[in-house]
């Protein structure tokens, strides 16, 4: 079953724009731990945020803000005043926090953003 | 934090060859992963390289295609063998932390492209 949901698949906005990646996760653990991925067209994975089960505080880094809320199972990521450099595709990820499966990381299919100049 | 090196960085294969893709981290780790991305797609998982033992392979993934060494904890390799063009992907070794477990860390990335 997939564990990790990134319904869109492509997203365009024009530069300075605010734009919202959406991620929702079905976990049966109560301790797990949910990520953010970067992935610019050189390939590489650029980590941008880990956030764990216990703490719902949102997060601002810069342009970025996480909105974490465990009462829909979700993790947003919103870039504000986006530029052409954001262009990329974005990965939610959730690890869980069991023995069988320590570590391993599952990931959504990915939001391709593309920021228009 | 932990730095991930690969080897090599991309290449263009023959079918039917075989290729070894290193895997070399700059500290010590936990644990080891390898990732596949076929074109277009998400990150799966491959296996968990153990150090000193047999990988842990995920469904679909077996050894015969895809053997895993890890000496040490800090170097790990992947071989892709008797390659078809369906393997080509970006093949991803990744590491978890001593410190924090589970903050994952993640190479740049091998490019295969199977003829």
């Known amino acids: 079953a997939q564990k990790v949901t990134q319904a869109q698949t492509e997203i365009s906005v024009v530069e300075k724009e605010d734009v919202t990646l959406d991620c929702v996760y079905e976990t049966r653990d109560t301790t797990y731990y949910l990520f953010w991925y970067k992935q610019p067209p050189s390939g590489e994975l650029v980590f941008l945020i880990r956030r764990n089960s216990f703490d719902e505080q949102n997060e601002i880094s810069g342009r970025y803000s996480w909105n974490f809320q465990k009462s829909t199972s979700s993790f947003n990521f919103t870039i504000t005043a986006s530029q052409v450099v954001d262009s990329a595709v974005y990965f939610c990820a959730l690890s869980e926090d069991r023995g069988s499966t320590l570590g391993r990381l599952y990931f959504g299919r990915g939001t391709q953003l593309t920021v228009w100049p | 934090s932990a730095v991930i090196s690969q080897k090599p960085s991309r290449d263009i294969c023959q079918r039917g060859t075989s290729l070894t893709i290193q895997c070399q981290v700059d500290?010590?780790?936990?644990?080891m992963f390898w990732y596949r991305q076929q074109p277009g797609q998400s990150l799966t998982l491959i296996a968990t390289?153990?150090?000193?033992?047999?990988?842990?392979?995920e469904s679909g993934f077996v050894i015969d295609k895809f053997p895993i060494s890890r000496p040490n904890l800090t170097f790990s390799t992947l071989t892709v063998s008797n390659m078809s063009p369906e393997d080509s992907s970006i093949y991803l070794c990744?590491?978890?932390?001593?410190?924090?477990?589970?903050?994952?860390?993640f190479g740049p990335g091998t490019r295969l492209t199977v003829l």
């Open positions: 390289a153990n150090q000193g033992s047999e990988a842990t392979y």
């Open positions: 990744s590491a978890l932390g001593v410190s924090s477990y589970n903050e994952q860390f």
């Open positions: 500290s010590q780790v936990t644990m």
